[in-house]
């Protein structure tokens, strides 16, 4: 009977180890591939004729740069500033909202600086403070806002530079909520195009950047109000006028000269223009609405919105080799489609793309599960999606294990039988 036992105890040991070294480990692709392709700089202003001493031409999805002249310059930035004072205060207070003039909001605007007659006690609604203050450019309003998120002007500035250095400003600082005029208060045409393009993710700010004309209801302190949009740009009855214009911000101040944010979309593309410190070109015409249409006009004639991969197409594929024969051959398929901006000439077949698979990929693999990433470069802009398994992938290793498990319990049975029979 020793004999038997040890022979049993042999033989599933054997077995066991079969098992053991049996295992095998995934392999993958490299998971890179490169294709050929190069990257150009922006456009230099040089074949532009511009007047501002500072502009730039940003695409308002992936904030790549197509035009730019003294874009990373400190400048003043006047009335542009509204729009960080905008987006701060959407992000902090509901529309609905009623704020109530101080005297000192109402009566800390200079003398010839914009306003919207606004009297110390008269309490408005957020939505009409936001109108005035965006669409006529009402600068009271910015301080009767910053006081009501903040307590006094000097604290919401103080949310203004966090927001502005959350966003990526390096060249900014600023004082007041209005843009008036402050030898500490400044920007760079780049600063306030990536504020600008933060802002344009908000639907609300785009309504009312878009409006040609507000009111602010009577009240018990005033009249009714009208008033018109600054910008010119979306005025139709306007020598400036651009059909593609979808909304803007201006500015002005004696040292700040005329400035201007706005933004234009034409076949699915929208781009973002800045301009600062314009003046009048040799004809006397306005060089900040001049520059902006000619900006736009180069980005829509040059760059196009293209789409780039669409989802639920496959790829690429990898081999998962501790997957079933029938299992392991597994396609890889984009989980999102990708949309981007190229120049008008590109070709897909110059797309430079970069595949990352997820570490220690092994099955079982679920059909649809996240097994890594695909990264498509165009012009120096990347755009990601994640990469799903078009299938399930079985674990060869578990059926192989479940197998040899069977097959020793058969053997062990089949000796035990044999053994007894010589034993009797």
Avoid: W
């Avoid at 009297?119 to 301080?143: I, M, Y």
């Avoid at 973002?272 to 249409?293: C, F, K, M, P, W």
């Avoid at 990433?373 to 999606?385: A, E, M, N």
């Amino acid at each position: 009977m020793k004999l038997k036992n040890k022979l049993i105890i042999m033989i599933f040991i054997f077995f066991l180890f079969i098992n053991i070294f049996s295992l095998s480990y995934a392999e993958t692709s490299s998971g890179n591939t490169d294709s050929n392709s190069s990257s150009d700089e922006a456009t230099s202003t040089n074949q532009l004729h511009l007047y501002s001493d500072a502009a730039i031409l940003i695409d308002s999805v992936s904030g790549k740069v197509l035009c730019g002249k003294n874009e990373n310059v400190r400048m003043f930035p006047a009335s542009t500033t509204k729009v960080l004072t905008a987006i701060i205060a959407l992000e902090n207070c509901d529309l609905s909202e009623k704020m109530t003039a101080s005297y000192n909001a109402v009566m800390s605007i200079p003398v010839g600086y914009s306003n919207a007659a606004i009297q110390p006690g008269e309490t408005l609604s957020f939505q009409e403070l936001l109108d005035v203050f965006l669409v006529h450019s009402a600068n009271e309003a910015g301080f009767i806002i910053a006081e009501h998120i903040s307590g006094s002007v000097e604290n919401f500035s103080v949310l203004m530079n966090q927001k502005a250095q959350e966003l990526g400003c390096v060249n900014s600082n600023f004082t007041n909520p209005s843009g008036i005029h402050d030898e500490n208060h400044y920007s760079t045409a780049y600063d306030l195009a990536i504020i600008t393009k933060y802002c344009m993710e908000n639907e609300t700010f785009r309504n009312i950047i878009s409006k040609k004309s507000c009111k602010v209801a009577a009240t018990d302190k005033y009249q009714e109000r009208f008033f018109s949009n600054t910008n010119d740009l979306i005025n139709p009855k306007s020598k400036y006028y651009y059909e593609y214009s979808i909304g803007g911000k201006t500015g002005f101040s004696t040292p700040a000269k005329n400035c201007l944010i706005s933004a234009s979309v034409k076949d699915n593309l929208e781009l973002i223009s800045v301009i600062l410190h314009a003046q009048s070109t040799e004809n006397g015409e306005s060089a900040r609405y001049v520059d902006s249409i000619n900006l736009f006009d180069y980005g829509f004639s040059n760059f196009k919105i293209q789409d780039i991969a669409s989802k639920n197409s496959v790829v690429e594929e990898t081999s998962i080799l501790n997957g079933t024969k029938n299992t392991r051959n597994l396609p890889l398929i984009l989980k999102d489609s990708i949309r981007g901006i190229t120049p008008s000439d590109f070709e897909l077949s110059d797309l430079n793309y970069k595949i990352e698979l997820n570490d220690n990929l092994v099955a079982p693999i679920a059909e649809g599960d996240v097994v890594g990433k695909i990264t498509y470069s165009i012009d120096g802009i990347d755009y990601s999606s994640d990469l799903l398994a078009s299938h399930n992938v079985e674990d060869s290793n578990l059926i192989v294990i479940i197998g040899q498990i069977v097959l020793a319990f058969i053997v062990l049975i089949i000796l035990k039988k044999m053994l007894s029979k010589n034993m009797k």
